[in-house]
T-cell receptor, first 111, second 114 residues
Framework: KQEVTQIPAALSVPEGENLVLNCSFT??????LQWFRQDPGKGLTSLLL?????REQTSGRLNASLDKSSGRSTLYIAASQPGDSATYLC??????????FGAGTRLTVKP | SAVISQKPSRDICQRGTSLTIQCQVD?????MFWYRQQPGQSLTLIAT?????????ESGFVIDKFPISRPNLTFSTLTVSNMSPEDSSIYLC???????????FGPGTRLTVL
């Protein structure tokens, strides 16, 4: 069964810093990996989707990488802003179409 | 992308009652998923709902407790039956269309059971 782990569980940084969130998974036979953002009490917003054949995806200040063979993905956030404060979830979709989530990283960006 | 709405957005219910949550998608989708997010936890898949067939439940979830309907390609319901305080969670509907890789989520239904 796929296990997804996110490190760190929580992170607090001053505004303007670049930061990296980590995600690891135990089964490398994946279909894709998706990063989400969740604000308190809200649903999930899709940030970036990386197909199993891809190495990275970029959107604005966000860059996500995927190393399938080692079971790792990182989400890089450049020039962090207070509005980036949220919980970031990594989810891995298997070839049987089910999606497994990590526990998330709770990010706080201080003004 | 898919736009997903859920009703109700939140509810407070008494122990022993049942609540039906509705999920509406703005396009036809093959697969719909129901997730639960308990307080402070990540998401756990409850079941996969395919139109025209019985829902497929994950380990630890049963049809008697979480009956699901999927009458067409744009709509599904999840019922939380005989509720207890342990059922207090956010329940999220999610979709991905056939051939589409990206998964989308509804805004969630926040359920509190007293």
């Amino acid at each position: 069964k796929q296990e997804v782990t996110q490190i760190p569980a929580a992170l607090s940084v001053p505004e303007g810093e670049n930061l990296v969130l980590n995600c690891s998974f135990t089964d490398s036979a994946i279909y894709n990996l998706q990063w989400f953002r969740q604000d308190p009490g809200k649903g999930l917003t899709s940030l970036l989707l990386i197909q199993s054949s891809q190495r990275e995806q970029t959107s604005g200040r966000l860059n996500a990488s995927l190393d399938k063979s080692s079971g790792r993905s990182t989400l890089y956030i450049a020039a962090s802003q207070p509005g980036d404060s949220a919980t970031y979830l990594c989810a891995v979709r298997g070839n049987n179409n089910d999606m497994r989530f990590g526990a998330g990283t709770r990010l706080t960006v201080k003004p | 992308s898919a736009v997903i709405s859920q009703k109700p957005s939140r509810d407070i219910c008494q122990r022993g009652t049942s609540l039906t949550i509705q999920c509406q998608v703005d396009s036809q989708v093959t697969m719909m998923f129901w997730y639960r997010q308990q307080p402070g936890q990540s998401l756990t898949l409850i079941a996969t709902a395919n139109q025209g067939s019985e829902a497929t439940y994950e380990s630890g979830f049963v049809i008697d407790k979480f009956p699901i309907s999927r009458p067409n390609l744009t709509f599904s319901t999840l019922t939380v039956s005989n509720m207890s305080p342990e059922d207090s969670s956010i329940y999220l509907c999610s979709v991905n269309a056939a051939g589409a890789a990206e998964q989308f989520f509804g805004p969630g239904t926040r359920l509190t059971v007293l």
